[in-house]
């Protein structure tokens, strides 16, 4: 049986969904992107840094907490 081979955990410039991303970092792998006019949706405790000219927005999750409440109540 062949032995797994780590794929490396560098990108530059590379190209997805109009978005430019540069991953960086061996241990804790680090994403860069480069927004123009694209959106991102992203869980909000794993933005570490981002530009002071970039604005943050939060995105309504309508029922969320509805659906969670049946599944916790449920058990």
Sequence with gaps: ???????????????????T?????ELVPALHLELESTGVYFEHHILLWKD?????????????FKGCWRECRSC
């Design 21 to 25: 991303y540069h991953i960086e970092g």
């Design 52 to 64: 002071p000219a970039v604005q943050v927005e939060l995105h309504p999750l309508k029922g969320a």
């Design 1 to 19: 049986m062949a032995v797994p081979a780590l794929l490396p955990t560098t990108a530059q410039n590379e190209k997805f969904g109009g978005v």
